[in-house]
């Protein structure tokens, strides 16, 4: 059982930076890639980046690259996403997410997804 408990969301304005963290429990989540997702208002939840289990590896979707990255600590249990040049559209509930294995399958499917934060409200202000 992994627990994921996302920080760091809040109301930034367009052109802005926040650093999202996700801090999981367990003993195993090095045994896990890693993922952010999203979901506006009214829309679907989509996947927004990803990291291998010992962050070798990086994957980010289309709209956010060159702006955001995806780190981890694995010594601190924690995954970061670090977001800059903030847009209004990128205003959502951001959900970190786990997926068990070191196979690599990018951008990770949310029915593959074996546990799932809460969520963390970023609002960002034109």
């Known amino acids: 059982q992994v627990q994921l408990v996302e920080s760091g969301g809040g109301l930034v304005q367009a052109g802005g930076s926040l650093r999202l963290s996700c801090a999981a429990s367990?003993?195993?989540?090095?045994?896990?890639?890693m993922g952010w997702f999203r979901q506006a208002p009214g829309k679907e939840r989509e996947f927004v980046a990803a990291i291998s289990w010992g962050g070798g590896r990086t994957y980010y979707t289309e709209s956010v690259k060159g702006r955001f990255t995806i780190s981890r600590d694995n010594t601190k249990n924690t995954v970061y996403l670090q977001m800059n040049s903030l847009k209004p559209e990128d205003a959502a509930v951001y959900y970190c997410a786990a997926k068990y294995g070191t196979s690599w399958h990018v951008p990770i499917p949310g029915a593959l997804v074996d546990y799932w934060g809460k969520g963390t409200l970023v609002t960002v202000s034109s």
């Open positions: 367990g003993r195993t989540f090095s045994s896990y890639a």
